[in-house]
């Protein structure tokens, strides 16, 4: 049996030297869903390789970024399900629609960029949103749409040659929980390489005591019971978020086009 499989082994190598499909893919960036930025196409091994499309919206530097994204992916697999999105307050988010498939051009069509919900859920989660070891300042926030889960992440935050350490808790979509030590998650943007990550089940905000109504105003405030520490701020630490824009960073992007979506 074990000489029979020896024999057979070189010409199974052969068959598959000689095979070496390629997949073809869909390549571009852009701000826009015409991604018009390095329109072409892209060749990857079929046998581990696939065609990746990325839509996402962006705000976590203040601003809104939408980006759209196509390219080739050397590994196929992810252990992180998508769309995911992710709420840390104070309007951050990141939200991600992508595809991931592998036949000859199958990312070629438009992904929506998920568009959120503002509408409440009844359940809530701290959130907050620090880089450069600054102190993540824990406000308790209503959850909105979809996003059920109360997450925590600590890791790295890369935006091309630069990278910050980050904390970020919030509300977060199912999806979130297949974010464990190790992972990481590759957006046109950034790459979020997370050391530590967790999420639970977001509790349901307490009914007691009821809304207060219009005419007691000398009540307390319904504001959740929040842990103020104060802000650490590190001398010469700005936050590397903010000190890029998108258009500076064009010229960079090739290296970016290598961005996968896996751990
Ligand atoms: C992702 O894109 C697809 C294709 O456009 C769209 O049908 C889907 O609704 C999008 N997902 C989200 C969460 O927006
Ligand atoms: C912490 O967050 C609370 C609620 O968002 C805010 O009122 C407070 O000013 C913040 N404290 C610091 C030090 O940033």
Redesign the pocket.
Known sequence: MVSFILCLLPALLATTSAQGETLTCNTCFGQTETCSFAPGTCQVNKATGGCLSV?EDITLDGTENTNFYKQCLSSYKSDIEV?ISFTVGNGKYVRI?TTRCNTDNCNS???????GSTTENGLQCPTCFALNFAVCNNSVTPCTGDETYCMDFTGFLYQGSSHSPFQAKGCATASAQAIKPGTNLATALYTFDFFWGSSVPAEKIPTNPPPTTGASLETTTTTPNTTTIPARTTPGASPALGKFSFALYLPGLTGLLLVKLIS
Do not use: E, I, R, S
């Open positions: 839509a769309p629609n069509a438009v992904l929506g960029v998920p568009t």
